[in-house]
């Protein structure tokens, strides 16, 4: 049902990251480098991320790979998690996060996000023990995004 990425999937991983950087689940887009070293940084090692295909084709989930102490050690973020429109309502969400608790669940933090109108992904994030945070999260980009 899904699978990590090769290096042989470079062009479909970036088909469906340009895929989700022009939808509404986004604020805005980044430079397509961006994607390509996050491709790379995933096949080199998955030290700090890992890229796994989703279906054939129909998605992709990008995990990010930190340290916190809040947290007590380990947290894994779900930071992007793609399924095409034609993919969804197939269990691929479902199988995917059974997946990640299993591979995970001992990490100290599992973490995601998502837009407040995605009801539906916020129902799926539940039914696998994610509980809403209560504060609002800041970012400072650096220079060369700006």
């Not at 700090?48 to 995990?63: D, K, N, S, T, V």
């Not at 992007?80 to 990490?107: I, M, S």
């Not at 998502?114 to 023990?129: D, M, P």
Request: proline share 3%; glycine share 8%; hydrophobic share 35%.
């Amino acid at each position: 049902m899904f699978r990590r990425i090769t290096k042989d999937d470079r062009a479909l991983y970036l088909s469906l990251a340009r895929e989700f950087y022009a939808s509404p689940a986004v604020l805005h887009g980044v430079p397509d480098a961006y994607l390509q070293r996050t491709f790379d940084e995933a096949v080199r090692s998955d030290t700090y991320a890992e890229i796994y295909i989703l279906g054939e084709g129909g998605g992709y989930a990008l995990l990010a790979k930190s340290f916190s102490q809040e947290a007590g050690g380990p947290v894994v973020w779900l930071d992007e998690f793609y399924v095409r429109e034609e993919a969804r309502g197939q269990g691929l969400g479902k199988e995917f996060l059974r997946f990640l608790t299993e591979r995970y669940g001992k990490t100290a933090r599992l973490r995601l996000e998502t837009e407040s109108e995605n009801v539906r992904a916020e129902k799926l994030y539940r039914s696998h023990g994610f509980a809403l945070l209560p504060y609002k999260q800041f970012v400072r980009e650096a220079e060369e995004q700006k």
